[in-house]
Nanobody, 125 residues
Framework: QVQLVESGGGLVQAGGSLRLSCLVS?????????LGWFRQAPGMERDFVAA????????RYADSVKGRFTISRDSAKNTVYLQMNSLKPEDTGVYYC?????????????????WGQGTQVTVSS
């Protein structure tokens, strides 16, 4: 089992920044995992935002966030981050951290076996 706990959400004005954190724990977690961030707006599907391979730090981003968001990980703290800059109202939603044992950086939600509880991000115009 792998546990994921997100933090760092909040209310921010358009153009502002937030940094989300996801603390990873669990006996089955290994360096071959991939960690991803997804978001879900009210009444919408859960969409891929970014992913990172734990071992080598390879990254992948959704087109909508390229150049604005940065995913990173700190192995010593077992934490993955999502730095979000130049936020837009359309970035509003619940942000979820997810873990893929295969480390594939695939944007499909079916590839991720473990999910956090989510953290709310609201961007006002």
């Amino acid at each position: 089992q792998v546990q994921l706990v997100e933090s760092g959400g909040g209310l921010v004005q358009a153009g502002g920044s937030l940094r989300l954190s996801c603390l990873v724990s669990g006996r089955t977690f290994t360096s071959y995992y991939g960690l991803g961030w997804f978001r879900q707006a009210p009444g919408m599907e859960r969409d891929f935002v970014a992913a990172i391979s734990w071992r080598r730090g390879y990254t992948r981003y959704a087109d909508s966030v390229k150049g604005r968001f940065t995913i990173s990980r700190d192995s010593a703290k077992n934490t993955v981050y999502l730095q979000m800059n130049s936020l837009k109202p359309e970035d509003t939603g619940v942000y979820y951290c997810a873990a893929d044992p295969g480390g594939r950086l695939n944007p499909g939600i079916d590839n991720y076996d473990y999910w956090g509880q989510g953290t709310q991000v609201t961007v006002s115009s």
